[in-house]
């Protein structure tokens, strides 16, 4: 079933998460923590919060995720200063 522009407003609204790219880290981390991205479900399996599609079903498809995403945090710019926790 296609997602709707709506369904994408609510889902960000729920959370408070608007514009990624003005977003302080300590905002992000929230948003993190309180599951907008992603979230374990009751198999403890990796799902997106927003389309319940599984990533990862054990700790391997888990690390070999985390591993992907290393390679594109070489090419992601540090934060403006202002945004950064560090």
Not at 21 to 44: C, K, N, P, V
Not at 72 to 84: L, T
């Amino acid at each position: 079933m296609p997602i709707t522009v709506k369904e994408i407003k609510e889902h960000k609204d729920q959370f408070g998460i608007h514009d990624l790219d003005s977003m302080h880290t300590t905002e992000y981390r929230q948003a993190l923590s309180d599951g907008a991205f992603f979230w374990i479900d009751h198999h403890d399996f990796v799902r997106s919060t927003f389309s319940g599609e599984i990533f990862a079903t054990n700790r391997e498809q888990l690390d070999a995720m985390i591993e992907h995403l290393q390679k594109y945090r070489e090419k992601m710019p540090s934060p403006a200063e202002w945004m950064s926790d560090k």
